[in-house]
T-cell receptor, first 115, second 114 residues
Framework: DVKVTQSSRYLVKRTGEKVFLECVQD?????MFWYRQDPGLGLRLIYF???????EKGDIPEGYSVSREKKERFSLILESASTNQTSMYLC??????????????FGPGTRLTVL | GDSVTQMEGPVTLSEEAFLTINCTYT??????LFWYVQYPGEGLQLLLK?????DKGSNKGFEATYRKETTSFHLEKGSVQVSDSAVYFC?????????????FGQGTILTVHP
């Protein structure tokens, strides 16, 4: 089974702290994605990566950065956490293009609260 | 840009009732369409998909048909169970992108009572 794991299920941080959210996948997928999920807004793409050290901005990248030093690991970084970044963060991975069936597999999510 | 609109929730049904969750989309080109489900405390799982017009996706008793003329992909199930209680997301993938980027609807919360 494909497995996408996230480092924490719940996280509480203070305003201004630097926050790292880690995601690991075990299926040798090229693509990895970070979304945030908010009630009434669905999932919104923050950043994605299609290869090691490669990254592309999604729809809401402001206030976030990412790092992909190894194929299996994709980190989301909040340089200076703010209360409006309180949310559920979901990581996903998929195979690179070539197949119209390349499904995205999701991790269980990290619920981040910024006080 | 691409967008997906789902019916407002939450939806509350009794067990064995018929379910419809409406989904319409706006996209350039020929998108692929998906329904994802999120059970309480879990990440999203792919429920079904369709990649071209008139395709019908189906899984676990759920069905959805890709209707290009009405730009819709409504989710249906003939007889829901308590275990179907979850959040359902409609999503599309633009046919022109090579990275599999998905655009999601806002999600519909379904609660099924015994």
């Amino acid at each position: 089974d494909v497995k996408v794991t996230q480092s924490s299920r719940y996280l509480v941080k203070r305003t201004g702290e630097k926050v790292f959210l880690e995601c690991v996948q075990d299926m040798d997928h090229e693509n990895m994605f970070w979304y945030r999920q908010d009630p009434g807004l669905g999932l919104r793409l923050i950043y994605f990566s299609y290869d090691v050290k490669m990254k592309e901005k999604g729809d809401i990248p402001e206030g976030y950065s990412v790092s992909r030093e190894k194929k299996e690991r994709f980190s989301l970084i909040l340089e200076s956490a703010s209360t409006n970044q309180t949310s559920m963060y979901l990581c996903a991975s998929s195979l690179l293009a070539g197949s119209s069936y390349n499904e995205q597999f999701f991790g269980p999510g990290t619920r981040l609260t910024v006080l | 840009g691409d967008s997906v609109t789902q019916m407002e929730g939450p939806v509350t049904l009794s067990e064995e009732a018929f379910l419809t969750i409406n989904c319409t989309y706006t996209a350039t080109g020929y998108p692929s369409l998906f329904w994802y489900v999120q059970y309480p405390g879990e990440g999203l799982q792919l429920l079904l998909k369709a990649t071209k017009a008139d395709d019908k996706g189906s899984n676990k008793g759920f069905e959805a048909t890709y209707r290009k003329e009405t730009t819709s992909f409504h989710l249906e199930k003939g007889s829901v169970q308590v275990s179907d209680s979850a959040v359902y997301f409609c999503a599309l993938r633009d046919g022109g992108t090579s990275y599999g980027k998905l655009t999601f609807g806002q999600g519909t919360i379904l609660t099924v009572h015994p």
